[in-house]
Every structure is written in C-alpha cells, then in structure tokens.
C-alpha cells in the first residue's frame, strides 16, 4: 500500500512540513529510516535521528523544532505516538484477508458463520458454533461445539475456543492461545487425585486481546470472566474462576490461581504470581515478579516476594544491599571491644 505525506496527515489530522506528495510504502524505527518508509518521534532520546534519517517521513509534534537541517517531511501532531499508532491500525484494516471459506475447513451443519467472515485452511468449527460478523479465523483454529465467536473478532492461526465458551465482540486471540481448558480441579482420594469435572465455561467480554501461548482455563462451575477490553500478553495463565476487571493489562508469563478476583484498570508485571481466592482491588500496580498472597486494596502498589507496599520494599531492599557491609563494621566493632 502506498500512501502521500498529505494522505497521512489528513488520516490523522495533522499539518504537512515539506513534500505533500511525497510517498511512503512501508515503516521503519527512526535511526534504521531508508526511503520510501515512515517512522515518528516520540521519545525526546531519540530526536537526533530526525536530521539524520533516511526515512522519507516522519510524524513529529506539533512544536518539533530541529537544531540542523531536516531532509524528510515532516508530519506534524499532538501526539506522535498515538497517532502512529492510529496509523497502523488503519493499516491493518486496509490489508484485512478477503472473506470467504478456505476448501480444507471443516464446519458443521448446525454451526452459524455470520457475514463477510473468513476462515482459513485447516479451521474446525463444530455443532452450534456461532462465528459473528466479520470475524477472521486463522488457519487451524478451532471452535467446538456451542462456542460463541462475536463480530469483529481475530483469531490468529492455532487458537482454540473450547466448547460453549463466549466471546464478545472485537476480540483478538494471538496464536496458540486456549481458551476454556480445564479448570486443575482434582480431589485428593487415598494416595492419588480424582478429577473434579470441569462444567463451567469462559465468558471473554468486548474488546479483550489475549497474547499467544496463554491459556484461560474454564469454570469449575459458573464462568472464568475476562472483563471488557482486558489486555494479556503472551505466556499467562489464569486459572478457573478467575475474574479480571474492565481495562486491567498483565505482562507476560504472570499465574494468577483460582477463584481470585481482580479489579479495573489495574497494571501487572511480567511473571507475578498471584494465588487463589484473592480479592485485588481497581488501580491496583505489582511490580514485576512479585508474589501476592495477600488481599489488595484499591489503588496499593506492591512489589517483592511476597510483595508488599512498594516504597517499603526499596527502603528495605537498600537496607538488604548493604547488610553485608554492616555485619562487617559490626563484627569490627565487637573486635575492637572484646580487644580492649
């Protein structure tokens, strides 16, 4: 797709500084621009390049004033990085895979495919699916049996909606994510476990994006609920009965165990461990690898293993880095005493 500096700007409501006509097919990061490419400047580090870029436009702010003589157009704006981001998502939309039904994809009779969809190579969709309006499924993806698919909705190749799981509208699984596997729900018996049949299912409200490899395991009765426009990255777990609030976003490689209810619009690192039957609360931050085996309240920020508030931590985490040190010029002093 190629597009003029004065097309784009007028996508995204900005001015033009140098060649309206000037034309990009492709984007590029700033400091790697060659011609023919777009790429923006968000991050003040980054401004050098703005001179030095081969890049053939650029999409700045709107009071972006260069020390040295600049060679690309200049696309002027309120916020580069959303309007970039706008940009792209435009892009997206323009390079969406014609509808239509690949010959190798497998689809009930009872199942019910909306308009304008498209299904892939190797799809399986099975009785009383529902695929909504517009939906994309990639190749190989399946949907069993009384599953939900709502409009708009991006399945990327190898995802897996189990049976009679939900999920709303524009709702985006990346490749290889699961949802409604079954709950870890066994009972132990003697010396061994038995299995606790899982007959709940997943509820995934609108405009939750759930990052490749994850997994969202269905109720053991009830529902397993992503709240609307939840966003997961790559690599996590969350277990049965889970709730997650409207807005929350978790970094990869996070386990969150059953039955544990977390707030809106709350922000999670990368590889925290949450256990079960929790109540976190709305706004609620946890630094990276922590570990919360406690209650939050709204709005508490937390870190460490187990994690606690977070300005306690790093005082306590000094006093830790330097407790070597300390028990040195304590042994020293003892010294001296036991000494004189």
């Known amino acids: 797709m190629i597009l003029t500096a004065g097309v784009i700007a007028e996508i995204l409501g900005g001015s033009v500084d140098g060649d309206p006509q000037v034309q990009v097919s492709t984007v590029s990061p700033i400091e790697k621009g060659f011609a023919g490419s777009l790429s923006f400047l968000a ?3 980054y401004t050098s390049f703005v001179a030095t870029t081969d890049a053939s436009v650029v999409i700045v702010k709107d009071d972006f004033a260069s020390e040295s003589p600049v060679k690309a157009t200049l696309i002027r704006v309120s916020d580069p ?89 524009r709702c985006t699984l990346h490749a ?79 386990g969150i165990a059953g039955s544990t209810k977390i707030g809106k619009r709350c922000m999670i690192g990368g590889q925290v461990g949450i256990i079960g039957h929790l109540t976190i609360g709305d706004n609620v931050k946890i630094a990276a690898q922590s570990g919360v085996g406690n209650n939050l309240a709204d709005g508490a920020i937390v870190q460490g293993s187990p994690a606690f508030e977070v300005g306690n931590y790093r005082r306590s985490y000094v006093s830790f880095r330097r407790l070597p040190e300390t028990i040195r010029k304590i042994e020293e002093k003892l010294a001296e005493l036991t000494s004189s």
């Open 176 to 254: 290889g994510v699961i949802v409604g596997s079954d709950g870890f729900g066994f009972a132990p018996s003697d010396a061994s476990y038995s299995k606790i049949p899982q007959v709940g299912n997943v509820v995934l409200e609108d405009d939750v994006e759930i990052g490749a490899n994850s997994t969202i395991d269905r109720a053991t009765m009830g529902s397993t609920i992503i709240r609307q426009g939840v966003k997961l990255d790559n690599l996590i777990q969350v277990a049965h009965n889970v709730e997650i609030g409207e807005h929350t976003v978790i970094a990869a490689q996070t």
């Open 81 to 169: 990085y959303s309007s970039f981001a706008l940009l792209l998502q435009k892009y997206d939309e323009m390079n969406r895979p014609q509808p239509g039904i690949h010959p190798t994809a497998v689809i009930a009779n009872s199942a019910a495919i909306g308009k304008d969809v498209t299904i892939g190579a190797g799809c399986v969709i099975e009785d009383k699916a529902t695929v909504g309006d517009g939906t994309i499924l990639g190749a190989n993806v399946v949907v069993e049996r009384e599953a939900k698919i709502g409009s708009g909705c991006k399945l990327h190749a190898g995802s897996k909606v189990l049976h009679r799981c939900v999920l709303g509208d």
């Open 43 to 45: 991050n003040p580090k």
